[in-house]
């Protein structure tokens, strides 16, 4: 069923009510609209309505995520980091986009204009496409389907065309280069991220999400779910920060060898396209690792103290549910201003001779875990 | 003059990095010859940052051209000027007095510590780290401020005359010396935690950029780039200057022969420069900061060469006199051209990242390729 609202984040957080949820909202909105219209208008309604809430969301996350980064970097780097424009730089992102937009949006001469144009809107799409199984709040998900996981692993593999088709149509010898590398390196760790993500669809025995984050309703997975479910979500970081081609596996736009890598060529709202698209699945990734490892917006429940998980459920569940992401999304920025970069064949080789290897093994113990029920 | 960019018969991929490029720290530009990630040959082209400094030098007096010295190596300013001064007293023999002779040491050490701060964070943003870049400025600061209060000035100092030093030392100096080493002693070990150890860092560097030892010999590298080698090229303790004589420090050396020792080298020479330092920040002694000089110098007639250790190597400084007030004939041996010719035998056959990484442990500036 399809539940919308433009609101995401409570505009209470203070307001103590028992697992305040966004559903009220949604389902209030759904009989209105079914009690003014017929079935079929309804429909098409909540699917604007939920189309304008995809669209406003990717805007916003990817503002305030760039201007994490940066607020994050400039931590890192005793600096202070964008606090000129708004207070604290909040409005940095803003003005930033504001001067790509009205940027000139270059194609050079001799690039394959139609698939140069296209690769930056691919991008885009899938980060959106993505966000539709993504429960952000208890009850509040865009798309409850039952193969939600499956459908986050399949439409993130389309990522990797998007890049080799910029790199491509650029006609540039460092795009080229860069696309081939973030190729070689989506693909291969595509590998690892799935099976470290099918441990806990074999512990959960569902591949959709609000099956899951139910399952860890009296504990996260990355608790209850012994070692391999540790070692899988070490595993998933690792891997999904390779797929979203973040530092240190940053390849594929390793400035210091390949200028910008894939985007070498773009300008403007194109280059803007590419550099929310990369944020949104960041955010993403973390969300979907908050959901399966981290229980989603399930509030921290220890055992039978009963006092304390009353207070942990008055907590809101979008919070919980952005706190977990926002944190994983800390964790991976950190990597960025921490780390050197790997080199191609190391990278290739942690893959092929250690992550993959590993999941292998981790997936045949979660099984067992699963099948002997050892799990908590 | 330039081949063809392209691809060659072989299907070989030719490209480009620099003159403008963010690897090349200034405007190098290497013409790389690859085979998918595998790199088959480098070849550097210069000439884009050609001032032609030994010419300017010919129309300069003696007393002159020394300030055009600081814009060769521009993060060893004053190590360029002591060499030139050096050459300028050996032919007049003036005879420098001691207190000049202990300050420029201690100037010299400074700025050894400054270029291989700079060095450090480069280096670790050439491999994709950004973070230690402002780490290493953060110290580097603190260099520049001491000198900024002596010379005048932050990056080309033009502290060295002939005969001595232009000014005394500032009042802070010692002071500020002392606080500086304290401060340092703590952050070298920060930048180990950060970069030295990094499992990552050590396996982009170990193995990588192979320069044996007979080989840093025929290409006459010097400096850290020769000593990661095993190669015994200090200037400083192979033929002392100055004061160096008078100080105990150790010449370091690594037998890696890879990036990781040229590496380890510079972050060790950082220490030996703090302890060559502490010997002398105590012990500047009275006197005279000058000799008294002519107003006019004029080299007698014959040929003068005197040589330092630079941050990156040895720097040879050749006049040729006909006793006038210029000279006839100026010649820089600059070491990082030398450590350039290099770059093509340690990077063939290895991957394009690790070309980056061989070009920040030769530690190039590109001023002194290309005066």
């Known amino acids: 069923m399809l539940l919308t609202s433009a609101f995401l984040i409570p505009c209470s957080l203070f307001k103590l009510q028992k697992m305040w949820s966004l559903t009220d909202i949604s389902s209030a909105i759904h009989n209105w609209l079914n009690q003014t219209f017929n079935p079929t208008w309804a429909l098409i309604i909540e699917m604007v309505i939920a189309g304008i809430a995809v669209i406003g969301l990717f805007a916003v996350l990817g503002l305030v995520l ?20 708004g207070p604290f730089g909040l409005m940095q992102s803003m003005a930033d986009t504001l001067k790509l937009l009205v940027k000139e949006g270059m194609t050079p001469d001799g ?18 496409l993505l966000m539709a199984p993504i429960a952000f709040a208890k009850g509040f998900q865009l798309w409850d389907m039952n193969i939600g996981v499956l459908y986050i692993s399949a439409v993130s593999s ?4 998007s ?16 696309a081939m590398r973030s190729g070689a390196q989506i693909v291969s760790y595509e590998l690892s991220a799935g099976l470290s993500i099918l441990t806990i669809v074999v512990l959960t025995g569902s591949l959709n999400i609000t099956d899951i984050i139910n399952a860890q309703a009296d504990g996260w997975w990355v608790f209850k779910g012994h070692i391999p479910v540790i070692i899988s979500f070490v595993i998933f970081i690792i891997a999904v920060t390779a797929e979203t081609n973040r530092a240190p596996f940053d390849l594929a736009e390793a400035e210091s060898e390949l200028t910008a890598g894939f985007h070498t060529e773009y300008s403007g709202m194109k280059f803007a396209l590419f550099f929310l698209a990369e944020y949104i699945n960041v955010f993403i990734v973390c969300a979907i690792g908050a959901t399966l490892f981290l229980g989603g917006w399930m509030p921290f429940h220890i055992g039978h103290w009963e006092a304390f998980n009353h207070a942990m459920d008055y907590i809101p569940s979008s919070v919980w549910f952005f706190g977990k992401t926002f944190f994983l999304i800390f964790v991976i920025m950190w990597f960025r201003w921490t780390f050197p970069r790997l080199r191609i064949d190391q990278l290739l080789n942690l893959e092929w001779k250690y992550l993959l290897p590993i999941s292998m093994f981790n997936l045949l113990l979660a099984t067992a875990v699963a099948i002997l029920g050892w799990h908590f | 003059m330039f081949e063809e960019i392209g691809t060659t018969t072989e299907g070989d991929l030719i490209i480009n990095v620099g003159p403008q490029h963010p690897a090349t720290h200034g405007v190098l530009h290497l013409v790389i010859t690859l085979n998918g990630e595998t790199i088959k040959k480098v070849e550097p082209h210069l000439g884009y940052i050609h001032r032609s400094i030994e010419k300017m030098c010919e129309s300069l007096t003696y007393r002159q051209f ?3 010295t600081s814009r ?11 060499a030139c001064a050096m050459c300028v007293e050996k032919g007049m023999q003036i005879e420098v007095p001691e207190r000049a002779q202990v300050i420029r040491v201690i100037m010299d050490e400074l700025t050894r510590i400054a270029s291989h701060e700079l060095w450090w964070g480069a280096m670790a943003m050439d491999i994709g780290a950004f973070t230690p870049f ?13 000198m900024e209060e002596t010379c005048g000035a932050r990056l080309t100092m033009n502290y060295y005359v002939p005969g001595g030093l232009m000014a005394d030392l500032h009042p802070d100096f010692q002071k500020k010396v002392k606080e500086f080493i304290v401060l340092f002693k703590r952050k070298i070990d920060e930048y180990d935690e950060l970069v030295t150890g990094n499992i990552i860092f050590i396996n982009r560097m170990k193995g990588v950029g192979f320069l044996s030892k007979e080989d840093a010999i025929s290409y006459g590298c010097s400096g850290p780039a020769a000593r990661g080698s095993g190669v015994n090229s200090d200037i400083r303790k192979l033929y002392p200057y100055a004061v160096y004589d008078k100080v105990q420090f150790d010449e370091v050396l690594e037998t890696g022969c890879d990036s990781l020792a040229r590496y380890m080298i510079r972050i060790r020479e950082m220490k030996q420069s703090i302890r ?28 003068f060469y005197t040589r330092v250790e630079t941050a990156r190597g040895e720097l040879g400084v050749y006049i040729v006199s006909e006793g006038g007030t210029t000279p006839y004939r100026i010649k820089f041996r600059s070491p990082g051209f030398s450590n350039l010719s290099a770059l093509d035998h340690m990077a063939r056959g290895s991957k394009l990242g690790d070309l980056v990484a061989m070009m920040g442990t030769l530690d190039l500036v590109i001023p002194d390729i290309d005066r």
């Open chain 2, 276 to 303: 060559i330092i502490e010997q002398l920040i105590d012990n500047i002694p009275e006197g005279d900061f000058q000799a008294k000089t002519k107003a006019v110098l004029k080299l007698p007639k014959g040929e």
């Open chain 2, 134 to 146: 402002f780490h290493a400025f953060r110290e580097r600061e603190k260099i520049n401020e001491i």
């Open chain 1, 158 to 161: 389309i990522m990797v065309i």
């Open chain 2, 66 to 68: 020394i300030y055009v």
């Open chain 2, 72 to 82: 060769m190596d521009y993060l060893s300013a004053h190590i360029n000027n002591h």
């Open chain 1, 66 to 85: 760039v201007l994490m980064e940066r607020r994050v970097a400039a931590w890192m780097q005793i600096r202070l980091g964008p606090n000129r424009v």
């Open chain 1, 111 to 128: 690039a394959d204009k139609f698939l140069f144009n296209l690769a930056p809107f691919i991008a885009m799409m899938v980060a959106m």
């Open chain 1, 163 to 178: 890049i080799l088709m910029a790199g491509w149509a650029s006609n540039n010898k460092y795009s080229l280069m860069g």
